[in-house]
C-alpha cells in the first residue's frame, strides 16, 4: 500500500487545508448547520449602551450621566458590575437562563461619528470606510452557501445595505394581499422584466414571498404598533420549510440627543420595542429558537456624559446583545474599559474593548459554520488579524 | 437619428428625468425646444406654493405649546391630593370631584376632549400639507420647478419624528425651502438653520454654552446635532477633513439660536430667536479660521463662510448630479455643476441652468429608479388626475412602499439608491398599487396606447406597446404602461 493510494491523516489535512475548509468538524456541523437560524436586528440612530447595560459597578456611571443614569434599584442586576435597562424583561429573562449575553464595548473598526457613514461600515463589514460596497451578511451566505442554498429575508419595506450584494434575498412587510388579477399581470410584466436586472429578479422573489405569507396568513396578523406581533410573523418565515434561515430588521429612533429619559421616556420606549421584537422572534420561532442566535447591534455608542440639553451626543463605543437559544451561557463578552477620566476615548466616549466584526465572525463560524479563509476575505475583508471571538455557540 | 426624433427623445427626457413625468399634451409642449422649455420654468421668485388656507409654523407651534399646558394643567389636577374628607362631605350629593377615582375619570375625559379637539386638527393639519404638496407636484406645469424643490427640501430634511417637528415639516418646506430654491445657496442655508422646523429637529433650540449665562446659572448645556449636520449633509460634507473640536466649535458659536416661546411679546412667539444668554462667549476656531465673538452674527459668519467653501461646492454638485443624472455620474458633470457653484457663488438659478444645458445629463440611458413618491405623482400626472384624499390616495401608499410623506428616517434624507426601492416585497406593493390605481382612473373612453405615447413617448419600447396592445382589460394596460421598466425609470 503507498501513499498514493491510500493518503495519510496528514495529506487529508493538508487537502482540506488546501480548500479553506474546516474537515474535521465539518461531517456534524453541516448537518446541524443547515437548520441553524440568523436573526441581525440593527439598532439606528446610535443606541446608548450605557442604558441597554448600565455599568453599575462603574463608580463614575451615575456622576456622568446624572439624571439619566439608570438607577440601581430599578436595573435588572446580571451580575455585580452590570445589569439591563428595565424595559428590557424579556431579555433579562433570556441572560437568566443563559440565553441573552451583552458584549459592553463594541464598535466598529473606524472612528466615526456620522450615523450614515457609521451604518456604512456597520453593515458593508469593511475594514474602513468604502472597504467593500455590499453588505457582510449577503457576502456570508454565498461563502457559507457552498452546495447548499441559504436563503436571507429583510422585514421591512426597504432591503437594508446588510443585505444587498449578489446573492438575491428575499423581502417582506405586512399589507399585501395577491388576487388572480396580480398574479396575472405579473407573469406578463415578468416577460417584460426579462432583461430588467433590477425589477425582473425582484418581483420574482417578492411574488413567491408573498405566496408564503399568504399561506402563513402573515399579510393581515400584526397592527402597525405592534411589534411584538410583527417580530412572530416574521419569525414564522424563518420557520417555513426550505425557507429563508436568516433574516433582518431594523428598528430606528435611537439617536436620542434631547430628554432622552431614563428607566422612562423615549429611549426606554424604543428599548422596550427592541424587547418586544426578541421576545416576539422567541414565541415565533417556537422549538426553532434552541437553533437561533439573535444579534443586535448599532452603529455607534453616546457619549459618556449627559449632553446639555438631557441627552446624550454621538459617541464611540456601545453594547452589542446576543439573544437566542443555541448561545453558550458566560458573562460579560470583552473587557469593561471603564469609565474613568483617562479611560474615556477622546475624553468624551467609552472606549472600545472589542471590534464589532470580532462578534460577527464568531456566530458566523460557530453558528453558521462559515470557515476562516472566507471569513477573513470575503466577508470581513483585510480582517485576518481580528480575531474571532470564540465560544459565544454552544 | 434624425434632428426630429432626437428632440422627440430630448422631450421625453426632459419631462421625466427633469420633471415629474408627462401631463397629457405636456410632451408635445417640450419637443419643440425641451432645453427652452426647461429653462422657462427657473423663476426668482422661488418655488410655487401649495394651495389653500395652511397655518405658518408659529400657528402650529403656538398651537401645540397651548395643548400641552391644558395637558400638563389636567394632569396636576390628577395628581392633587384629594379633598379633605369634612369637605366632600359638605358637597350636595358627593358631586363629581368628591373622591380620587372619581378625579382620575373625569380628568380622562377632558384629557380626551383635549385631544380630540386640539392635537387631532394639528395632527391632520399635517395630512393637509402633504395632500396640498402632492396635489401641486400632480398638477403644476412646471415640474422642474418643483423637482427642483423637493430636492432642496430632501437635502435639509427636517421629519415627522418628533411631534414638534410634525407639525412644522409643512411650514419648513413651504417657509424655508420654497422662497428660496432659485436664490444664492447662503440665503437657503441660513433660512433653513433658523426655522423653528430645523431648530427643533436637530435639537439646536435649548443648546447653551457652558460659558453663557443659562449654562452657568441653569445648568443648561451644548447639544452639537445641528452643528454637525450642517456640516456634514448640508454643506462641506463628511469627507471634507474637518474634525471633532470643529462640530464642538460651530455647536458654540451656533449656541443661542432658538424659538420664540409663549412667554415673549407676540409677534417674537414661535419665530426664530437669538438668545443672548444660551451664547457661548468668545472667539472660535472651525475649520481653521477664526470668528471673533459677535453673537448671532458670529454663526452667521460661518455660515457664509461654508456656503462660499469649494467642498461645499464639491458636495452640492456630486449630490444634484446623483439625483438627476445617475448614481454614478459622469465626472465632466459633476465638474460643470461645481464651477457653475463656484462661478456664481452660489446661484442656484445658474445651477440650475448649468444643469439644464449640460450635455451630459441628457443621456438615454434610463439611470434613475423613481422613488415611491415619483412613481405615485407621475401616475397621477399620467392619467390627468390628482389625491383627493391625504390618507387614503397618499399617506397610505407611500407607507406601504417605504417612503412615508414627512418621514424621512434620518436627517440624510430620502435614498437615492435604486436597490432601496426596488426591494422585492417593494415592486410587488408596487404592482398591487398600481392595479389599484389603474381600476379606479382608467375610464371605458381611455384608450391605453394613446395614453402611453401621451407619457412615455420616445422611451415607449416596442415590447411594452405589444403587452399593452394585447392586454385583456383598459385596466390590466394601464397597469403594465405604470409597471413597465420605462415608467418606473426615469
Redesign the interface.
Known sequence: MTDHAQPTRRAALKFAGALGVTFLAAPTLAADVARRKLVVIVC??AMDGLSVAPPLGDADYVRLRGPIAISSDKVLKLDADFGLHPKLAALYELAMTGQARIAPAVAIPQRI?????AQDLLETGGDRLYGAATGWLNRALASAGRGRSIQAL?I????PLIL?GPIL?????P?????S??S???S??Q???RY?P??G???????Q??ATADALDAGVSPGPRDAKGFAVTAAKFLNVEGGPSVAVLSL??F?T??NQGAADGQLANHLKTLDDVIDGLRQGLGPAWSRTVVVAVTEFGRTARI???G?T??GTASTLILAGGALKSGGIIGDWPTLREGALF?SRDLAPTLDVRQVFKGVLADHMGLDRRSLESQVFPNSAGVAATVGLVA | MTAEASNALRAAIAVTRFGLGARPGELADATLDPQTWLKAQIRREGADQPAGALPDSRDRLMALVAYRDEVKTFKADAAAKPQPKAMTETAPGGGMMADAPGRKRAVSTLLKAERRDTLRPLLEGVGDEIFARTVLAARTDAPFRERWTLFWANHFTVSA?KVESAVLVGPFEREAIRPHIFGRFEDLLVASSTHPGMLIY??QA???G?NSMA?RLRK??????LA?EIL?LHTVG?DSGYA?AD?TEFARALTGYSIGSEREPGPRQGRFLFRAPLHEPGARTVMGRTYAEGGEDQARRIFADLAANPATADHIARKLAIHFVANDPPPALVARLRSAYLSSHGDLAQLADALITAPDAWDSGQRK?KTPNEFLVSSYRTVDAAPTQAARDVIQPL?????RPFNA????GW?EQ????????????R??WA?RFAEAYTPQTTEPMQVAQATLGARLTS??AA?ISR?ETRP?AM??LL???EF?RR
Not at chain 1, 113 to 117: C, I
Not at chain 1, 201 to 207: F, Q, T
Open positions: 439606528r440612530g461619528r456620522s450615523h450614515f457613514e429583510s421591512g419595506a426597504q432591503s444587498k434575498t428575499q423581502s417582506w412587510s399589507g399585501g394581499k395577491l388576487t388579477d396580480i396575472r399581470v405579473s406578463i410584466l416577460d417584460l422584466y430588467d433590477l425589477l429578479p425582484a418581483l420574482a422573489s417578492g411574488m414571498t408573498e430606528n429612533g439617536d440627543h434631547a449632553n446639555g440639553t441627552g451626543d454621538h477622546e | 419624528v436637530l435639537d435649548r443648546s447653551a457652558s449654562g443648561m448645556g451644548l447639544n452639537e446635532n454637525r456634514e463628511a471633532q462640530v429608479f407607507t406601504a412602499l417605504g417612503q428616517a434620518q436627517p440624510n435614498s435604486a436597490s432601496d426601492w426596488a426591494a422585492p416585497d417593494a415592486v410587488v406593493k404592482l398591487t392595479a415590447p411594452v403587452a392586454a390590466e397597469t403594465l409597471m413597465s421598466p418606473q
